[in-house]
């Protein structure tokens, strides 16, 4: 059974542009979840999906957005970028809300 | 607000000798406990969780955890450390079904051979 795919796995942009990250989850899985990993606020929550629809946010401005596809697949865009957004965006997928989450590998934007 | 804390940044421990990771959490009602592992490059792996029952949790490798409601904790340990095991372990909480996850900032396990 394949694991969650993140693509792409790095991303150099540079500040004011605009990124998108795909993730398809396990298959099955319809709940989708995205995290931003930094070294000095580690694991921060952005958003979940449950079947297309947005459950859950995090604290996060709204230059973040996301949406779930029909087929459960997922994508989280950022705009205007800035040299904060650098870090490792994970995608995360379960079962069902409730269950444990399976992780991607993560993509790595860095922003300059 | 809910959160959880690993009161230690890093954790060093001899091979062959027990460890402990600590975890406490800050969470009102029920929740669903876990642990979560990532090793250098890597995503995170989930590792174990604690949903109800036995307050003692098994996972891979020799790895349990132990719930303790009135502490509001949950420690991971193993009896016998392996340099293999060096990694960075998170503890997670998800506060009442279908809410997100609440991550703590993580604990970097060193084994020393």
């Known amino acids: 059974k394949a694991g969650v795919t993140q693509t792409p796995r790095y991303l150099i942009k540079t500040r004011g542009q605009q990124v998108t990250l795909s993730c398809s989850p396990i298959?099955?899985?319809?709940?989708v979840s995205w995290y931003q990993q930094t070294p000095g606020q580690g694991l921060q929550f952005l958003f979940e999906?449950?079947?297309?629809?947005?459950?859950n946010k995090g604290n996060f401005p709204g230059r973040f957005s996301g949406r779930q596809f029909s087929n459960s697949r997922s994508e989280m865009n950022v705009s205007t970028l800035e040299l904060g957004d650098s870090a490792l965006y994970l995608c995360?997928?379960?079962?069902?809300?409730?269950?444990?989450?399976?992780f991607g590998q993560g993509t790595r934007l860095t922003v300059v | 607000a809910q959160s959880v804390a690993q009161p230690e940044d890093q954790v060093n421990v001899a091979e062959g000798n027990p460890l402990t990771v600590k975890c406490t959490y800050s969470?009102?009602?029920?929740?669903?406990l876990f642990w979560y592992v990532q090793y250098p490059n890597r995503g995170l792996q989930f590792f174990l969780k604690?949903?109800?029952?036995?307050?003692l949790v098994k996972g891979s490798y020799g790895f349990e955890a132990e719930f303790n409601k009135s502490q509001t904790s949950f420690h991971l340990k193993k009896p016998s450390a392996l340099v293999s095991d060096s990694a960075l372990y998170f503890c997670?909480?998800?506060?009442?079904?279908?809410?997100?996850?609440?991550f703590g900032p993580g604990t970097r396990l060193s084994v020393l051979p």
């Open positions: 995360a997928s379960s079962l069902a809300t409730g269950s444990e989450a399976f």
């Open positions: 298959s099955g899985h319809r709940s």
């Open positions: 999906y449950f079947s297309e629809t947005q459950r």
């Open positions: 604690y949903i109800t029952g036995d307050n």
């Open positions: 997670a909480v998800r506060p009442t079904y279908g809410q997100n996850f609440v």
């Open positions: 969470v009102s009602g029920n929740p669903y």
